[in-house]
T-cell receptor
Framework: NAGVMQNPRHLVRRRGQEARLRCSPM?????VYWYRQLPEEGLKFMVY????????ESGMPKERFSAEFPKEGPSILRIQQVVRGDSAAYFC???????????????FGEGSWLTVV | DQQVKQNSPSLSVQEGRISILNCDYT??????FLWYKKYPAEGPTFLIS?????DKNEDGRFTVFLNKSAKHLSLHIVPSQPGDSAVYFC??????????????FGKGTLLTVNP
């Protein structure tokens, strides 16, 4: 039973390029969450998606960031025109139903480390 | 504005002794609290959680205590083992209003257990 799979694990981009981070949730999970961890900080919520729907994107920067979770395939976090401040670890998580409640836990992937040079 | 605070960036403990990791929060709407363990270059792993209706939850060597009036929780690890060396994150959720998926994390405490 594979866990949450993220790729690439490490990505280097020059300023102004685009970064695409992919996340395949655990088998049977249809709820996906993205978090970002800046250096020396805790993880911060970015977005919550279900298949073909963005449920809550309140933590996403207003510009350059977008996320999708298509009917088929992984969830993708896309960062356009990257800047040095985007350098961070991006964690995807998934769960079989929404959020934390009795018997339901959210599982994190191993993260994608983005470095902008 | 940091709503979840872990004021000790690091903690060093001898193997076999108790490790106590502390966490304070400011948002009184938080009603669910979790501890995650994280090794370098890996994702956070869920350890233990506690609902605000309880003041203690125990799972093997791990016990979480919640003091709502003080807005404080702590994670006790007894006995500590070298494999427990990792960064521990405290996280909180306000599950009212349907946002039971959004966690607010502290900055973490690096625990080192010395053999």
């Amino acid at each position: 039973n594979a866990g949450v799979m993220q790729n690439p694990r490490h990505l280097v981009r020059r300023r102004g390029q685009e970064a695409r981070l992919r996340c395949s949730p655990m088998k049977g999970h249809s709820h996906v969450y993205w978090y970002r961890q800046l250096p020396e900080e805790g993880l911060k919520f970015m977005v919550y998606l279900q298949k073909e729907n963005i449920i809550d994107e309140s933590g996403m920067p207003k510009e350059r960031f977008s996320a999708e979770f298509p009917k088929e395939g992984p969830s993708i976090l896309r960062i356009q025109q990257v800047v040095r401040g985007d350098s961070a670890a991006y964690f995807c998580a998934s769960s079989p139903s929404q959020g934390y409640n009795s018997g339901n836990t959210i599982y994190f992937g191993e993260g994608s480390w983005l470095t902008v040079v | 504005d940091q709503q979840v605070k872990q004021n000790s960036p690091s903690l060093s403990v001898q193997e076999g002794r108790i490790s106590i990791l502390n966490c304070d929060y400011t948002n009184s709407m938080f009603d669910y609290f979790l501890w995650y363990k994280k090794y370098p270059a890996e994702g956070p792993t869920f350890l233990i959680s506690i609902s605000s209706i309880k003041d203690k939850n125990e799972d093997g060597r791990f016990t979480v205590f919640l003091n709502k009036s003080a807005k404080h929780l702590s994670l006790h690890i007894v006995p500590s083992q070298p494999g427990d060396s990792a960064v521990y994150f405290c996280a909180a959720s306000d599950r009212s209003g349907g946002s039971n998926y959004k966690l607010t994390f502290g900055k973490g405490t690096l625990l080192t257990v010395n053999p």
